[in-house]
């Protein structure tokens, strides 16, 4: 005999065995459970594969040159960059310029320039005979104005070698191409998520409301950002795109 026979039957004599009522609970218990479990909901997946193909059936694919001529009108991102650098005064012309202007001080001399003005005065008493008919003034004063000027340049020739200026040059210089990396990397951000929001509205169906009141929200959203970060450059290009071979930097 195989212990899976002997189980039920096992089962079926200690089922045998109890009294009447207590078999009735039983059963009704057994009964009660296949139908809580008859009634379990179905598996998520589903529900989730159902909500995919909605989702679906609310977007339509946009070729590429809808999208071009959807962008046709964005501001260049080379011209937003180079705005937001400037408003913080991080541009790569200003830091090469300083570590350049501390190494070639050196080679300049300390001048100093000095103007020295002398006001004297002499007195001088004449004792000569008083028969004598040319001693007409007894009493002399002489005055004199003396003016000097000079220059003087001094070189320090340690400087000519090396000049300790330049390493807070260098670490100024440091401090503002870090400071140029993070205006650059969230001015692209905001950019290009723009552009992603345009295209979903764009690709979305017009009976999906909230959604898209979300997106146009975050899309004004993102050009006041992007307006402040350029110093006013997002609204203004714009308003008026750079024609073809026109520079397109803010002045």
Partial sequence: MTPLLSAG?????FAQSLPAPERAERAERETGDADRAATLPLPLADDRAG???RRSRRTHPLDPATLRALFATDPPIEALRAAATAL??????????LVERARYAGILPELRLMA?????????????????ATALAPVGIDTNNDVRYQA???WDLSKIIFNTDEIAAQFQALRTADA?????????????????????SAAADD???????????????????LDALTGGAFARLARHPPIGGESSSPP
């Fill in 51 to 53: 909500a995919a193909a």
């Fill in 152 to 154: 003087r340049a001094t």
């Fill in 116 to 132: 020295e003005r002398r006001f004297a005065r002499t007195e001088s008493v004449d004792l000569g005979s008083p028969t004598d």
């Fill in 9 to 13: 039957l096992m089962t079926l004599l």
């Fill in 88 to 97: 913080v005064l991080a541009e790569p012309d200003r830091a090469r310029s």
């Fill in 180 to 200: 140029r990396r993070e205006v650059e990397s969230l001015v692209i951000r905001l950019y290009f998520e723009r552009r992603r929001l345009k295209a979903e």
């Fill in 207 to 225: 009976q999906d409301m909230p959604g898209g009141l979300r997106r146009e929200l975050r899309i004004a959203e993102v050009e006041a950002e």
